[in-house]
Nanobody
Framework: QVQLVESGGGLVQPGGSLRLSCAAS????????MGWYRQAPGKERELVAI???????GYADSVKGRFTISRDYAKNWAYLQMNSLKSEDTAVYYC????????????WGKGTLVTVSS
């Protein structure tokens, strides 16, 4: 079994910053991609940022220049540094990882709520 646990969400004012963390644990042989998705009320889940095993990084256009994804390959952690937050960034943020155990499978965390409001 593999678990992904997110932390770091909360209430922040527009223009503020938050850092999300994602810890992967369990019977992990290796992790390929790790990423962050978000789902705002009434909207579909969307990709925010992704970082591959080889270090390739991609961002949604809406967060480029404001968000930074990073990863601790040794600890199986991923991070999302979010700066210059806007009200439209309000959403539940989910961590995802493509993990190899006895087979390769995508896993998801339960999410952490980010609310940007004055």
């Amino acid at each position: 079994q593999v678990q992904l646990v997110e932390s770091g969400g909360g209430l922040v004012q527009p223009g503020g910053s938050l850092r999300l963390s994602c810890a992967a644990s369990g019977s992990i042989v290796s992790i390929n991609d790790m990423g962050w998705y978000r789902q705002a009320p009434g909207k579909e889940r969307e990709l925010v940022a992704i970082i591959t095993k080889g270090g390739y990084i991609g961002y949604a256009d809406s967060v480029k220049g404001r968000f930074t994804i990073s990863r601790d390959y040794a600890k199986n952690w991923a991070y999302l540094q979010m700066n210059s937050l806007k009200s439209e960034d309000t959403a539940v943020y989910y961590c995802t990882a493509r993990v190899q155990t006895d087979y390769v499978m995508n896993y998801w965390g339960k999410g952490t709520l980010v609310t940007v409001s004055s």
